[in-house]
């Protein structure tokens, strides 16, 4: 039998953490500078035109940049890619140029960095940007895609990695 909580803060992030979700860095790249971030909340919006939407902390310097460069671009992580996602998501506190570093990036259509080995780069132009709490939801334009063969994805769930065979 399921349990009900009190809603604030604490219980709502906790619920979150039982949704298992794909990892994702989002790069960008222009005028606001060349950064990313490891992102979570990744959806397509639709198949015309396509478009999709990424939500971005407002906070972050990754938020600040694509607002300014308006392009960004989801680099779907594999199973081998945990190094990258925890460099992204800031442990380790590297530089962004040392995070950049650990792998091998080629500039897409935009000029946003797609990570070479990704299950899948979909680089694209901002559309809209709407504030929500803490987050944007940013839904972009599909300028470019690119994909590797399937691999086994990196996924996040329950505050851990796990490995999502196909």
């Not at 909340?41 to 300014?68: E, F, Y």
Request: proline share 3%; hydrophobic share 35%; with cysteine.
């Amino acid at each position: 039998m399921t349990k009900s909580f009190p809603l604030d803060q604490l219980t709502f992030r906790e619920a979150m953490s039982r949704i298992a979700t794909a990892v994702h860095v989002v790069t960008t790249d222009g005028p606001g500078g060349r950064t990313g971030a490891t992102v979570s909340a990744v959806c397509s919006v639709s198949d015309d035109p396509a478009s999709i939407l990424v939500c971005v902390n407002k906070t972050s310097r990754t938020h600040g940049a694509i607002v300014q460069n308006r392009v960004f671009c989801v680099n779907t992580l594999d199973e081998s890619h945990q190094d990258i996602s925890d460099a992204f998501a800031g442990r380790g506190d590297l530089a962004m140029d040392k995070r950049f570093d650990s792998a091998h990036w080629t500039s897409l259509a935009t000029g946003c960095p797609g990570l070479d080995e990704a299950r899948l780069s979909i680089d694209c132009e901002v559309q809209s940007i709407t504030e929500v709490g803490t987050h944007s939801v940013i839904i972009g334009t599909v300028a470019d895609i690119r994909m590797n063969e399937p691999g086994n994805s990196l996924m996040y769930v329950r505050r851990g990695y796990h490995s999502l065979a196909k």
